[in-house]
């Protein structure tokens, strides 16, 4: 059974920075395209970024481009978020998404606080 495992959430001054990880127990998923998401309290999941497989694709959400980037280590078997510029409006749980042709599979989400 695959578990994706995210790393790096935690609580930030506006403006500041911070680096998500998520990394897959139980296999390697280097053909999967890897994404994230956000679920702040009482809304619904939101698209984040997603990077294809090989890297060399990347799409953001109109609210993060320019400030997040999204990148992949195969090497390390290891998906990153970087988010710079956060904002109070960034708070939100963050989960990693493995997808392969429309399946796959979800971490257990990472906290992220931005304070004002």
């Known amino acids: 059974q695959v578990q994706l495992v995210e790393s790096g959430g935690g609580l930030v001054q506006a403006g500041g920075s911070l680096r998500l990880s998520c990394a897959p127990s139980?296999?390697?998923?280097?053909?999967?395209?890897m994404g994230w998401f956000r679920q702040a309290p009482g809304k619904e999941r939101e698209f984040v970024a997603t990077?294809?497989?090989?890297?060399?694709?990347?799409y953001y959400a109109d609210s993060v481009k320019g400030r997040f980037t999204i990148s992949r280590d195969n090497a390390k078997n290891t998906v990153y978020l970087q988010m710079n510029s956060l904002k109070p409006e960034d708070t939100a749980v963050y989960y990693c998404?493995?997808?392969?042709?429309?399946?796959?599979?979800w971490g257990q989400g990472t906290q992220v606080t931005v304070s004002s």
């Open positions: 990077i294809s497989w090989s890297g060399g694709t990347t």
């Open positions: 139980g296999r390697t998923l280097y053909n999967y395209a």
């Open positions: 998404n493995a997808d392969l042709n429309g399946s796959g599979y």
